[in-house]
């Protein structure tokens, strides 16, 4: 057993040497320490052990397990240190540190981006349309198919207010109120081209990517024949306009009621380029930009026939895009009224400010 266990050690510190990331940790855990581990297959060969050497040799499995454990807890913690480190590296556009260098007043991270995006779609025929952040239950949930004790509650609990109001969870809320707004388009033979910007508030356990006020862009565009092929030539357009330059997306099943089929649009990573870190919740992706084809109850809600029209929704997370954007590594900079990091932005104000009246 003394020669296996060496053996093991031995195999394990050549392997654990060459891991570059947290995640081959993960991997080394499983392989050398889980249920099907090399540890645990020593241990079934305990069995075969005469009993006068079984106490010996289980002493030399534990010290292996206790090696290799020990071994990961310094690996991670060398990991996470060149991890930081490299994050930093890629945020060097953004310096915490900078002085003030600026003695007049800055747009909003936020608002540049929210701009550069209203732009992009303003170009493509849509219309940028404003929406308050106090709604009601039937627009936040039930006319987008979400009735009372819908699970998908759960995920959005919100501040509510005394007169059966509550302060919107998402920029979806407006959905309704859009379609209905510009729903004689159709009977005029045009589509429904409309994008929402808004800020969102939800009962929300805060960390690195997670905020309790948070800043949507949903947008919706009906007509007759529209497919998932024109949802994502708009997503396309509007992500290679935003970063001009090649990104990683990658497109995956979703659940919203409000549509069907839904996917969720993510991005991947461009704080850790993929590898994992707190920004992306250590997975290498960022959930960007949830979407789908209108259902047809939502559709029915608004009054406009589903059988003759199809739409596409989507509701893009412009704080995270802002994030992206600008390689900032937590979101919590943006509410944290830090002026001396959020008035570094204002060197990239974008040409064409719309809505000045409205700027946050
Ligand atoms: C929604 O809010 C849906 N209304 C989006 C949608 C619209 C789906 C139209 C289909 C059609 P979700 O809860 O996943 O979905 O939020 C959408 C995006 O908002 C997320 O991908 C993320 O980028 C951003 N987001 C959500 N919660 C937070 C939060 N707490 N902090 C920061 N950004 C958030």
């Given at each position: 057993m003394f020669e296996?266990?060496?053996?093991?050690?031995?195999?394990?510190?050549?392997?654990?040497?060459?891991?570059?990331?947290?995640?081959?940790?993960?991997?080394?855990?499983?392989?050398?320490?889980?249920?099907?581990?090399?540890?645990?297959?020593?241990?079934?060969?305990?069995?075969n052990v005469p009993n006068e050497g079984k106490k010996e040799a289980g002493q030399k499995i534990n010290e292996a397990k206790q090696y290799i454990e020990n071994a990961i807890t310094e690996k991670i913690a060398e990991l996470k240190k060149f991890e930081?480190?490299?994050?930093?590296?890629?945020?060097?556009s953004y310096d915490e540190s900078m002085p003030v260098s600026v003695d007049y007043g800055s747009y909003h991270p936020i608002t540049l981006v929210r701009r550069e995006v209203e732009q992009i779609f303003l170009s493509m025929g849509f219309?940028?349309?404003?929406?308050?952040?106090?709604?009601?239950?039937?627009?936040?949930?039930?006319?987008?198919?979400?009735?009372?004790?819908?699970?998908?509650?759960?995920?959005?609990?919100?501040?509510?207010?005394?007169?059966?109001?509550?302060?919107?969870?998402?920029?979806?809320?407006?959905?309704?109120?859009?379609?209905?707004?510009?729903?004689?388009?159709?009977?005029?033979?045009?589509?429904?081209?409309?994008?929402?910007?808004?800020?969102?508030?939800?009962?929300?356990?805060?960390?690195?990517c997670h905020e309790n006020t948070f800043f949507q862009m949903e947008g919706i565009m009906v007509d007759e024949n529209i497919s998932i092929s024109n949802l994502i030539y708009f997503m396309k357009t509007m992500l290679s306009e935003v970063f001009q330059k090649d990104i990683t997306v990658r497109l995956r099943p979703g659940f919203f009621p409000f549509v069907e089929p839904g996917f969720e649009l993510d991005i991947q990573?461009?704080?850790?380029?993929?590898?994992?870190?707190?920004?992306?919740?250590?997975?290498?992706?960022?959930?960007?930009?949830?979407?789908g084809m209108i259902h047809p109850n939502v559709l029915t809600a608004a009054g406009i026939d589903p059988e003759k029209y199809t739409g596409f929704a989507f509701g893009l997370g412009m704080t995270r895009l802002a994030m992206m954007r600008y390689g900032v590594k937590d979101i919590r900079v943006f509410n944290s009224g830090n002026l001396k990091s959020l008035s570094q932005f204002t060197e990239k104000s974008f040409t064409n400010p719309s809505n000045e009246s409205k700027e946050a």
């Open positions: 296996k266990t060496e053996a093991l050690k031995k195999l394990f510190t050549e392997k654990v040497a060459k891991a570059t990331a947290t995640s081959d940790i993960e991997q080394l855990r499983i392989e050398f320490l889980g249920k099907k581990g090399s540890v645990q297959a020593l241990m079934q060969e305990l069995r930081e480190q490299k994050l930093i590296e890629a945020t060097e219309s940028v349309e404003d929406y308050s952040e106090i709604t009601d239950d039937y627009n936040c949930f039930e006319a987008l198919n979400i009735p009372k004790h819908h699970p998908a509650r759960d995920m959005q609990d919100t501040y509510y207010l005394s007169s059966n109001q509550l302060l919107k969870t998402h920029t979806s809320a407006a959905q309704n109120t859009i379609l209905r707004k510009y729903k004689s388009n159709l009977e005029n033979g045009n589509p429904i081209r409309a994008i929402f910007p808004g800020r969102c508030f939800r009962n929300e356990k805060i960390d690195a990573c461009l704080i850790c380029g993929g590898d994992g870190c707190p920004s992306c919740k250590d997975s290498g992706w960022l959930e960007l930009c949830p979407c």
